[in-house]
């Protein structure tokens, strides 16, 4: 078959691998952190979206025309 590889090739490789899955995993970790974090903000933006947008269809139906408004002079004068 195909040449033998030694035994301590094969061990400075298997350390390297444990090492790069250790990095893989701390990197995993952070991005889920950072994930957690991301949809957190979205979440207040979107009730944000939805009062501001509560907000503006109430001052549509309200709103007031030019004829709506007194042709007075304020209070204070």
């Given amino acids: 078959m195909g040449e033998e590889i030694p035994r301590a090739d094969l061990e400075k490789r298997v350390i390297q691998l ?7 995993q701390h990197l995993v970790q ?19 979206h939805v009062v501001q947008e509560d907000r503006l269809k ?9 004829d709506d408004i007194p042709n007075e002079k304020p209070p204070h004068y």
């Fill in 18 to 24: 444990e090492e790069l899955y250790s990095h893989q």
């Fill in 58 to 66: 109430w001052l549509i139906d309200n709103r007031l025309t030019l």
């Fill in 30 to 48: 952070q991005l889920d952190e950072e994930l957690v974090k991301l949809r957190s903000v979205i979440e207040k933006l979107e009730y944000r």
